[in-house]
């Protein structure tokens, strides 16, 4: 015979390629590279989307030494409404993020300048604000005034927490109460929104900050496309609710890539800092 005969390779002796080796953009649709996205802080080559990352990957990419002394880490949620299924929804967000809520606070240093840090994460219950989230923003804000610190707000959210009903919205309004008082005694918050911030978050202390910073290209609003669209009977825009539109309609201060935001707040902080003592003296 001039050629052999192909032999099919059994099942069990294919390649075994690694799960989620390639990732897609949500945005241009490009595949990439999983390891080399993870160089590139998750943020996409072709069109600078910023990919979802955790709280603690913020800690390490914003914080000296990525040390955050953290405070009320114990804090869970109960159930107060005895809502269906909620408890193991719970325990499974606990269980996926080694977190006990889905947001995290405390004291850190940014370029040896001492703030109040809270970063929240989009994987425990799509970060959701629920009573346990909203007291923990509102003990950092509580903390910034009495350390007279700048304080920091890192948010990721889907928006209020359903399965506690009026005990998550009534966060809306504690936290943006203490934010006033913040703003009483001149200390500077700075709002960090990335994809996506949205509804019950948005619509309180994410969109309060003295200097509001957004990633390039999040979702950003109070109402998703898809219901607001149905309400109004209209389409929207292309873009309407990512941060370029709401830069361009003063809605935000900055865009800054992922890439910049330590030595950008770095930068604000040394001249709000300065300010601040020279208006003292």
């Not at 149905?230 to 825009?237: A, H, R």
């Amino acid at each position: 015979m001039w050629f052999k005969k192909k032999v099919k390779a059994k099942p069990e002796e294919k390649l075994q390629l690694p799960k989620d080796l390639w990732v897609k953009c949500e945005t241009c649709g490009e595949i990439l590279y999983r390891k080399e996205l993870e160089k590139n802080l998750w943020i996409c080559p072709k069109c600078s989307f910023h990919f979802r990352i955790n709280c603690r990957n913020y800690i390490t990419l914003l914080l000296d030494n990525a040390i955050l002394q953290e405070h009320d880490g114990k804090l869970e949620a109960c159930d107060p409404l005895e809502f269906p299924e909620y408890k193991k929804k719970l325990k499974s967000a606990i269980e996926k993020t080694n977190m006990n809520e889905g947001v995290v606070y405390g004291q850190a240093t940014i370029d040896a300048i001492p703030v109040i840090f809270a970063a929240m994460d989009f994987r425990f219950m799509g970060g959701s604000m629920g009573s346990v989230v909203g007291e923990k923003i509102a003990r950092a804000i509580r903390l910034a005034s009495q350390e007279e610190t700048p304080l920091i707000i890192l948010s990721a959210s889907g928006g209020a927490r359903m399965q506690e009903g009026i005990f998550s919205l009534m966060q809306m309004v504690k936290t943006s109460a203490e934010l006033a008082i913040l703003a009483q005694k001149r200390i500077p918050y700075i709002s960090i929104l990335t994809h996506p911030t949205t509804a019950g978050v948005m619509a309180s202390y994410a969109s309060l900050g003295d200097i509001i910073i957004a990633e390039p290209g999040a979702l950003l609003g109070f109402t998703g496309a898809r219901v607001a669209e149905q309400t109004i009977g209209e389409k929207f825009p292309p873009g309407l609710q990512r941060s370029e539109s709401l830069l361009a309609h003063g809605m935000v201060d900055l865009i800054v890539s992922r890439k910049d935001l330590r030595n950008t707040l770095a930068t604000i902080l040394s001249i709000v800092t300065k300010h601040g003592q020279a208006s003292t003296q």
